[in-house]
């Protein structure tokens, strides 16, 4: 999922020493009703789209968490997958077949029975070829579903989502996919109603505006007996010096975006987490001349890594962020200005008489501007002609299918822990792959690790790929990126630190203070 590109936190280097914070509890369903209240919670404003299956940024899966649930949810403190709406599930031997039992307690918020029925309607509305939802292509592993999502086959009974009876749903795999679970926690794959204003998870959305978004207890939820809070309100603000007050007087229970940290009275309140994401660089390569891999491949040699990179907590050569067990690998070279003129000559552009031209598009923050700038001079200098459109963060997303323009920038986060999470985006046929590239040899690389079961040798596959996209010039990874959340941890509880920067929203309690913290907020 992508990044909000509008999100601002002031970060200083004293209060980064803080970085490494771990936060260590058990997932405990109990709670005092008598001081649960409406949860307050700040996001930054943002032109929120809130279908689930058609939804691509971070800060809409944080709202998506509570709205709605899929066959698996995550697990507030690993975040790994748990059984949401089905009540269990078992693998074949071969581990091709995986077969749902539903909680036959399960109901949409008005009241409706959720069945395995339900569950195949609302994947078949998220595969129609006319939704062209970003996500669905990851339910590739699925028999059928691809041939079926790009419009080649209409039939629905070729497809590996089969109904047994009313409680319990087949899904066949066309080659051993461990990752399934993992998959089916993202929102894209969470139970929807065709009617509006139906929701499958703790909450239902009243309220949605330019400033605020309300949700409250969806009491039909399967599990609302174990759901604390009443209503959870979003206050849509980028205004930090009022988002940073709001909470310091206790007016604001957690801050997401836009907060000038410097000025958190309470420095235990601030989460700096390392997220599963890499902000890189990628090319339109489909479009000409950047189709031919040593254009491609000049212009990023010529990038000075180490200015690009600047002010960049964590530094990233390679697009996979290292898992345990994943190889490490080469990643991109060092800048490499006489490679960068030899192939741009050998590709007929000499820098004078036929100059090579490209455009970018970037958000119209001042770090994109900057990054813009470097991109720029580091291209004239070899005989390129540059030129830059700049667009606002809620507009960008858009723009990367319509701009004309050659060289764009993502921030991804993974949406599963997993190398996939990255590499979907490259395949051929995938529902993610933004920037046209199409690779044979990387595609047969991603299907041969499909049938690996073996987890070292299937990581190692993995990362034969990468290295493959990372020496064909298609993207240039920058950095890793953080996480900054503020959450007043002396009355909040159920809000763990992960790596996707998700927190199920059905878990969050009010907890009486301890009187020993002593933690005062300011008068208003």
């Known amino acids: 999922m992508l990044n909000n590109f509008s999100i601002k936190k002031s970060i200083s280097l004293v209060v980064l020493s803080f970085f490494a914070v771990f ?46 649930e899929g066959l698996f949810a995550y697990n507030p403190y690993t975040l790994e997958p748990e059984c949401g709406i089905a009540e269990s599930f078992k693998i074949s031997r071969n581990k091709l077949t995986w077969t749902f039992t539903i909680k036959q307690n399960a109901k949409f918020s008005n009241g409706e029975l959720i069945t395995a029925h339900t569950i195949k309607d609302a994947w078949l509305r998220l595969l129609n070829p006319a939704l062209n939802a970003p996500f669905a292509s990851l339910l590739d592993c699925v028999k059928g579903v691809e041939a079926y999502r790009t419009g ?30 993992k998959i089916l926690c993202h929102h894209a794959f969470s139970i929807t109603s065709p009617e509006p204003g139906v929701y499958s998870g703790a ?115 390679s697009l996979v962020l290292q898992l345990r067990g994943y190889p490490e690998i080469f990643g991109v070279p060092e800048e490499d200005i006489e490679s960068a003129q030899y192939l741009l000559k050998n590709a007929g552009y000499d820098g004078e008489k036929n100059k090579l031209s ?24 070899i005989g390129v002609e540059t030129n830059v459109v700049f667009k606002p963060g809620y507009d960008y997303l858009s723009a990367i299918n319509t701009e004309k323009a050659d060289l764009f920038n993502y921030i991804w986060i993974g949406d599963f822990a997993d190398p996939l999470a990255f590499l979907e985006l490259f395949r051929s046929t995938s529902s993610l792959n933004v920037t046209g590239w199409k690779n044979s040899q990387y595609d047969s690389l991603l299907e041969e690790a499909a049938k690996i079961t073996d987890a070292v040798k299937r990581y190692e596959k993995l990362a034969e790929a990468e290295q493959l996209l990372l020496d064909n010039g298609v993207i240039y990874p920058i950095s890793r990126t953080l996480s900054v959340n503020i959450i007043d941890f002396d009355i909040v509880k159920g809000w763990f630190d992960n790596a996707l920067d998700i927190h199920p929203l059905k878990y969050l309690k009010f907890v009486r203070p301890d009187p020993r913290t002593n933690v005062v907020k300011l008068a208003d």
């Open 23 to 68: 936060l260590f509890a058990s997932k405990d369903s109990s709670f005092d009703p008598e001081i649960q209240r409406e949860f307050v919670i700040i996001t930054s404003t943002h032109n929120y789209n809130l279908n689930p299956q058609t939804s691509t940024y971070s800060v809409e899966a944080q709202l998506f968490s509570g709205l709605y």
């Open 152 to 181: 080649k086959n209409t039939d629905e009974s070729q497809l590996g989502i089969i109904v047994k009876d009313d409680y319990t749903l087949i899904i066949k795999l066309n080659s051993p996919s461990e990752h399934l679970s």
């Open 203 to 317: 909450f239902c959305l009243a309220e949605h505006d330019d400033q605020h978004i309300l949700m409250t207890k969806n009491e039909n939820y399967w599990d609302a007996a174990n759901v604390a809070l009443p209503s959870i309100r979003f206050i849509l603000s980028d205004k930090e010096e009022e988002n940073t007050h709001q909470f310091n007087i206790g007016k604001a229970d957690w801050i997401t975006d836009y907060v000038d940290i410097n000025n958190i009275y309470n420095m235990s309140d601030i989460v700096y987490s390392s997220l599963f994401s890499t902000d890189y660089l990628f090319f339109k390569a489909e479009n000409t001349p950047f189709n031919n891999p040593d254009i491609r491949t000049a212009l990023l040699s010529a990038i000075p890594a180490e200015e690009i990179r600047k002010d960049r907590f964590l530094k990233a050569t």
């Open 358 to 381: 490209i455009t970018m598009c970037f958000t119209d923050d001042e770090p994109s501007k900057r990054r813009a700038e470097i991109l720029h001079d580091a291209w004239e200098a």
